[in-house]
């Protein structure tokens, strides 16, 4: 089973840059869609963005597009999200996920393995 770790939360003023990691266990890695969420308190989570198996593929929530951008690097068996530009409304706890038939979709029912997740604070 996919093990999934996420890290470089933290807390940053508005109009600040992130690069969050995730680091899966398996070299299997190259086989899953990957996908960032996202849980701020008292909502739901959210999509924020997908990447297929090698990477040419992506999708974004309309929220962060222009803003964040989702890789991956199979080698390290690691999925980033750099995310430029931060406000307020992105402080949440964010979770990535694998999915293991490759679909990069915005659905979480559809992902099959979660990290713990990071905290990322935006003071406006």
């Known amino acids: 089973q996919v093990q999934l770790v996420e890290s470089g939360g933290g807390l940053v003023q508005a109009g600040d840059s992130l690069r969050l990691s995730c680091a899966a266990s398996?070299?299997?890695?190259?086989?899953?869609?990957m996908g960032w969420f996202r849980q701020a308190p008292g909502k739901e989570r959210e999509f924020v963005a997908g990447?297929?198996?090698?990477?040419?593929?992506?999708i974004y929530a309309d929220s962060v597009k222009g803003r964040f951008t989702i890789s991956r690097d199979n080698a390290k068996n690691t999925v980033y999200l750099q995310m430029n530009n931060l406000k307020a409304e992105d402080t949440a706890v964010y979770y990535c996920a694998g999915e293991a038939t490759g679909q990069v979709v915005s659905t979480p029912e559809t992902y099959d393995y979660w990290g713990q997740g990071t905290q990322v604070t935006v003071s406006s």
């Open positions: 398996e070299r299997t890695f190259s086989s899953y869609a």
């Open positions: 990447i297929s198996r090698r990477g040419g593929g992506t």
